[in-house]
Antibody, heavy 119, light 108 residues
């Protein structure tokens, strides 16, 4: 059974940093690209960042480029999102999602970790 | 603003057929995927590619595409289909992912 479990969310002040983690199990982690998708309270889904199976290709949404860094540790079956210079508009539930086949189709999602940016 | 446009809300009578659409220039090149999200839950993939359903998704869900429009059709809508539905695809550059704004489906 595929499982994606996010952690690391919480309340943080504007301008500070936070690191999210996603622990994957139930599939061969290093065969698949992975992504972070967020959802602000009461709003729609917004893709944040994606990373290829070996970390060789990385993409970011314009809204987070230069502030967020995605990475992965295939030995630990884990995905990460380092978030710096956080803003109020980064407040959202952050989902980790598995890419089905490099096609930007997300076939499994975690339950999300909530990030609240507020003073 | 999203490069994929969806109607904010659609309603359907129980047992009837409903089509949810997604418009975007990138859909002329790339297929859309469709996700169902119920309150308090993570999204679930329901349709991807030309018209593919993941295991466990009922066959009343189907997908189609024409020009710049992708469609999700529910044939014989059930009460449990009431949810938000999102489309996604690549953007026009092909380098980024975009989601539609979502459609809230009400089953009457």
């Amino acid at each position: 059974e595929v499982q994606l479990v996010e952690s690391g969310g919480g309340l943080v002040q504007p301008g500070r940093s936070l690191r999210l983690s996603c622990a994957a199990s139930g599939f061969t982690f290093d065969d698949y690209a992975m992504h972070w998708v967020r959802q602000a309270p009461g709003k729609g889904l917004e893709w944040v960042s994606g990373i290829s199976w070996n970390g060789g290709t990385i993409d970011y949404a314009d809204s987070v480029k230069g502030r967020f860094t995605i990475s992965r540790d295939n030995a630990k079956n884990s995905l990460y999102l380092q978030m710096n210079s956080l803003r109020a508009e980064d407040t959202a539930l952050y989902y980790c999602a598995k890419d089905k086949s490099g096609s930007y189709t997300f076939d499994y999602w975690g339950q999300g970790t909530l990030v609240t940016v507020s003073s | 603003s999203s490069e994929l446009t969806q109607d904010p809300a659609v309603s359907v009578a129980l047992g009837q057929t409903v089509r949810i659409t997604c418009l975007g220039d990138s859909l002329r090149t790339y297929y859309a995927s469709w996700y169902q999200q119920k309150p308090g839950q993570a999204p679930v993939l329901v349709i991807y590619g030309r018209n593919n359903r993941p295991s466990g998704i009922p066959d009343r869900f189907s997908g189609s595409s024409s020009g710049n429009t992708a469609s999700l059709t529910i044939t014989g809508a059930q009460a449990e289909d009431e949810a938000d539905y999102y489309c996604n695809s690549r953007d026009s550059s092909g380098n980024h992912v975009v989601f539609g704004g979502g459609t809230k489906l009400t089953v009457l």
